[in-house]
């Protein structure tokens, strides 16, 4: 025999007691590039540039009960101790999260979200640094589970050595 009920539904159309993450919107929220040597910087037989990257991301629930994360990308590139470039970005999602345990929300939008972002920030850094008159920085693929863990860790690290 089978059941003929259907689940029943929230208003959004999602299922009740179903996990989900549903993105509403993206957007940049900030945005910086700096090319303080061009064009001098730009010509060919240069040293490579050391190029030190940041990463950080930040959640922050609102009161309709959506979910506002930021995923902030930075790289600096310096070559014989001066600025080649320096870009930033901050780009946002406005995220709905649906059945996830309270216990679980922090690494949801801490890990998850950032990663339905990082795509798109990366191709503005991307798009910057060859409009700049570089070739394309293209940002590794990130372990955002993994900075998350040394983050905690860190925090937790930080709170008991204080104690």
């Keep these: 025999m089978t059941d003929t009920t259907a689940p029943e539904a929230t208003p959004d159309g999602a299922e009740a007691g179903q996990a989900g ?4 919107a993206q957007f940049v929220r900030d945005f910086s590039f700096e090319n303080p040597l061009a064009p001098d910087a730009l010509r060919a037989g240069g040293a490579q540039p050391a190029i030190d990257m ?3 991301m930040n959640a922050r ?12 990308l930075s790289a600096r590139a310096e070559r ?22 309270e216990q679980d929300l922090e ?3 801490l890990i998850e979200c950032p990663r339905f972002l990082f ?7 991307s798009d910057v640094t060859a409009e ?25 690290g930080q709170v008991v050595g204080n104690a």
């Design 80 to 101: 014989e101790g001066q600025a080649v470039f320096h870009v930033e970005v901050v780009y946002g999602g406005l995220f709905h999260i649906a059945g996830i345990p």
């Design 119 to 125: 795509p798109y920030a990366r191709r503005l850094i």
């Design 21 to 24: 993450i549903r993105i509403l």
């Design 54 to 56: 940041g990463v950080e």
């Design 132 to 156: 700049g008159g570089f070739p394309p920085f293209l940002i590794d693929p990130i372990d955002f589970a993994g900075v998350y863990a040394a983050r905690k860790a860190q925090a937790e």
């Design 61 to 72: 629930g609102r009161a309709d009960g959506l979910f506002e994360v930021d995923l902030k």
């Design 107 to 109: 690494p949801v939008l």
